[in-house]
């Protein structure tokens, strides 16, 4: 299937031990462009292998012009977060195995030696997160001249984050490229369209419709709770239920992550927790334990919203309602990945209705509301002062030339004198 494209056939071999058989619908809409060296901004789901959609061209142009002397890296992937990098570079390894293309990984959360190789012997795909590799450059250890091709994974998550600088100076040392490639969660917004024309030139526009089997199905409801303690009791009675057989839980703040999971393990409900101030090697240990089984619930903040590659996770719990709609998109998108069903339950206090409201709107969607016996809130759900323009009184002369004006003046004081004159 994947031969269709005109990969070379060390890449087929790397789709296929993949375990990649037929292209998603990103993948098809994405290769043909790339591979033609056309400048992309793409728009896809979580969870439709976007991933491979740009790492196939990039490998397949390090092939086709082969290097011909050592130096730094010719495809350079920046990724918003370290998880996401990760996974990146585990998936280009796979899809890359049967080459000698030579990838690194440089992320922040981890000692500067670790990255001394990278930094020093011929490296033919770099994936970075921002921050770090500018370090690096600011250092003059990395020299981003001869980067030929650049992919911005999550731009849009960049963009929240605070990397626009970061990542147009990391474009700037990278001028001489040949092609870049922009691909974002959405679309929707001004900024996320104002940066891809400040980084590409011509771009083709891609937003690729999943096929059913690959759209996610995702449950999705709300419980209103009437506090805070309401909630921890809502949490741990979700999280009883047999058919949580994998959880992540997310929380808007560090301390809030740390105070749920010991309280989720005082309930005996083992868990491991994630949050952005975590060595890199804490992180790591976090995510191994649930994808080892040792523990079935991970507590975390944003940072996991993006880039965390856990297979399975069968249910995402909103313990604080994030205040932008799109992290809501995103955080739920850790569930019902690859066309398998998923179920995300946020839970609501009253000052929260007003994000939930607009959530509902981003997802042209009303979530429903569940009720769990014995836990009941007390006190209906807030209502959200409407925003629509009051209707604008249409005067009445409206529309009137000046000569109309004054002739309607004219009969109206005519009658106003017949009036006076009877009385």
Not at 20 to 38: D, H, R
Not at 41 to 70: E, M, V, W
Not at 233 to 251: G, M, P, Q, T
């Amino acid at each position: 299937m994947f031969a269709q494209f005109d990969l070379d056939d060390a890449l087929v071999g790397g789709c296929d031990k993949a375990g990649f058989k037929k292209p998603t619908s990103i993948q098809q809409l994405v290769l043909p462009e790339a591979m033609a060296g056309k400048d992309v901004l793409a728009s896809a789901p979580t969870g439709t292998g976007k991933t491979a959609a740009f790492i196939l061209p990039c490998a397949q142009h390090l092939l086709d012009y082969p290097r011909t002397k050592p130096g730094y890296p010719r495809v350079l992937i920046l990724a918003p977060t370290r998880e996401l990098a990760t996974q990146i570079f585990q998936q280009a390894e796979l899809l890359t195995q049967l080459t000698d293309i030579k990838i690194g990984l440089i992320t922040g959360g981890v000692n500067y030696g670790s990255h001394k190789e990278i930094l020093t012997k011929t490296t033919d795909i770099l994936i970075a997160t921002p921050g770090r590799l500018l370090e690096y450059i600011d250092n003059e250890q990395f020299d981003a001249r001869e980067v030929e091709i650049l992919v911005l994974d999550e731009a849009d998550r960049m963009l929240d984050m605070g990397f626009s600088d970061n990542i147009h100076r990391i474009a700037g040392e990278a001028r001489w490229r040949k092609q870049s490639l922009l691909f974002s969660a959405t679309l929707a917004g001004a900024g996320i369209i104002r940066f891809s024309k400040e980084i590409l030139e011509e771009p083709v526009y891609l937003e690729s419709d999943p096929s059913r089997k690959e759209k996610a199905k995702i449950h999705q409801w709300v419980h209103l709770a009437d506090s805070k303690e309401h909630k921890i009791d809502l949490l741990v009675a979700l999280l009883n239920d047999e058919s949580v057989k994998r959880a992540v839980i997310f929380a808007n703040k560090r301390e809030t992550v740390q105070f749920l999971s010991g309280k989720l393990q005082s309930e005996n409900l083992s868990n491991a927790w994630l949050e952005g101030e975590m060595p890199q090697d804490k992180r790591n240990n976090a995510v191994a334990r649930v994808k080892d089984g040792e523990v079935n619930i991970l507590v975390a903040t944003d940072v996991a919203a993006r880039g965390l590659d856990i297979d399975d996770i069968t249910h995402v719990i909103n313990f604080d309602l994030p205040r932008k709609a799109d992290v809501y998109v995103h955080r739920i998108g850790r569930t019902g990945r690859a066309g398998k069903k998923g179920t995300a339950i946020t839970l609501v206090e009253a000052h929260d209705v007003v994000y939930l409201a607009k959530i509902e709107r981003f997802t042209d969607q009303r979530l429903q509301r569940r009720v769990i016996d014995g836990l009941r809130p007390l006190h209906k759900e807030a209502r959200v002062p409407s925003k629509k323009k009051p209707k604008q009184k249409v005067k009445k002369n409206a529309g009137l030339t000046r000569q109309q004006k004054l002739a309607k003046k004219r009969k109206k004081d005519k009658k106003a004198r017949k009036k006076s004159q009877k009385s």
